[in-house]
């Protein structure tokens, strides 16, 4: 039989990572390419004492909840919030089934087939994937290493009236790179004077290396009027909880409530209580402490043997923070081709294409350095020297 | 400031079931108002035994997982509908976040503005919030007891072409009726017909008091072409879980994943797992065999209770399984009034309202017996009964 789909179905694209995720994770091949946490770092001892706690703490948790979330989580998560500087109230807050879903909810509640979303180029894949199943016109912002150009984005804000400036700017995925607090403050007066919401995606903010280098949020600067932001437990804690949060002004945060009402009732709230029992018992902050160390120890060793490459054309920033190397490689390779070869020699990593909302550069590509070993990423790092250094030898001989 | 919103805010709206409970929740009330099942049968110990069988069965079940959801448990789900005589394989099914995020997705990747949903009329009130916030027309089809009639229905199809036809017809919700079995056959054999997608929401087909007098699901009768079909466990496990199934046409299946995967990335992985063990290690259909006899009890006590009513215009189906009593109070009631004076006597329901797509019977009611022990069952009508005599004596009155 043949179905009538909805419009938007056109717009609806698989994940060209987790794509390439389900093919990498067949074999023998060491990969670079998923926006991993290392499991073997998950506290899994504080998790299973915490989901213990909750489920034994009264059959009225198993219940159905609240679609706002467990009021007590919220009351941590604005406590938490306020160390950054956001100072909000848990009515502000609205828990979520991850902070995907809270990018979701926002753009169910905001957009209208048609609308702009200003963006950096290139952004965050899967907010790109959920701005365009809402016919979003996503229009990406000329940026620098710290963050987006202002002559552009007042340029653009005047001329295209967008809804929302998307944003990822403490260690963002792919780019790696931390805005710094000037542009950050640029972006927020250009939102008041034009009447225009940031959305700030912050999922990287607590895995810094250095914490004097981090500029604060720049939710931490408003009073709650033009910035959304939006967190997650997936890379502190484990990701198979599902559980994010966004805060923001009352009048969106409670349409996006009653959009979630529609979409799946709330939020898991064995989770939701666990975690409660788990920020109460349970050193998470020491625990992210030794997740920055790992993933520090990680990132140089990486980056020791990326430097191996010898070729001046390849450059990339040092992460501050977060997950990834975001690499330019001489101009010649193509990644999406690269990356045939490497999978063959055993190792695999994310082209930059898919990232680009417009202007693709087809020679960039992602590396995690969080989810492998130090070990297999030496392997897997020395497999991709070779490839690379043999590419760009045959493309060259071509 | 003055945020622009999307145009299907305006369709958005908070569940009168919901923002009855927030009034009732506090206090004196003894509510008949929720669609909960009852916590004290909550199977504590073997959701207790299973999350920690789940977390402490290695650090991978605490990553991110496939959006498609927990093979092995699509395997158990596959197994378990089997039984119902839906012959399906695991690539067919969808793990959802509840069942209502199975009505959401579906709606996400069927519905352009304007389309047409054919529904009972009363019907599931969370369905009516998801289908108007995709701007769908929801259009009421005729029936009785036994189902939709034929006659209006395969005009309604044949005029309005609808993209759906969505029925709960086994214990319904509001209607607490269950659909016959020829009618179940005249549904598929007009979809067929027709070339129109049957969406088959099953959420308490387990909840049956009479298991003979119970026909099959609709999609065991279908060769996996016309027929979606979505259950939950949050009836017969525990609803905070959220754990809920779809399945149906692969590609209509495969879109909707797309959709989860821009949504949520996946369902809850902690509590998949945790439920692939309660199904290995637990008795469940024991389990569900105690809720059956729980409830049925409770059925029995309201019932004697609502026929203290000395009314002959008082008239209600006796259901043979869910959740609910229907109740046409006599005609001069109004039960958005009525409750008013019920909460003052300490005791809630939801008036029928609601619940309609068109034409709302203003003197229904729906009464949940499953969430309230005997003595309060027994405590509640009584306050109840007194109302309805003392309000249609003022009512007469006046």
Redesign the interface.
Known sequence: ?????????RY????AV?DILKVVNKGDVISFA?G??D??L?P?EA??DA??KA??SG???????E?EGVFDLREQLAERMAVKGIRRKPDNILV???S??AI?LFA?????PG?IVLTENPTYL?AL??FE??EVKVVGVDSDDDGMIEEDLEDKIARLKP?CIYVVPTFSNPGGKVWSLDRRKKLLDLARKY?V?IFEDDPYGDIQFDQSSTPPPIASMDDN??VLYTSTF?KTV?????IGWIVG?H??IR?MA??K???????????QHALVHLLNDFDLDGHIQTIRNTYLERMHIMKGLLDGVKNEELTYITPKGGMFFWVNMPKQINTTDLLEVAVEEGVAFVPGTPFYVSDPQQNTMRLNFTNASPDLIRDGMERLVKVINQHEYETVMV
């Open positions: 039989m043949k179905y009538g789909f909805s419009q938007r179905v609806l694209k698989s994940s987790r998923g991993l946490p499991e073997k998950f899994v998790v299973q989901f213990s489920i034994g059959n009225k948790a198993l219940q159905y909840g679609t979520t089934s991850g995907q879903q979701d169910r509640v905001m957009f209208n609308d899967a994937q959920v199943s809402y809804k009447h919401v009027k033009f997936s484990v990701p198979a909880m599902r002004p009048q969106i349409l009653q959009a009402q529609a979409s799946d009732l709330h939020t898991n709230s064995i989770s």
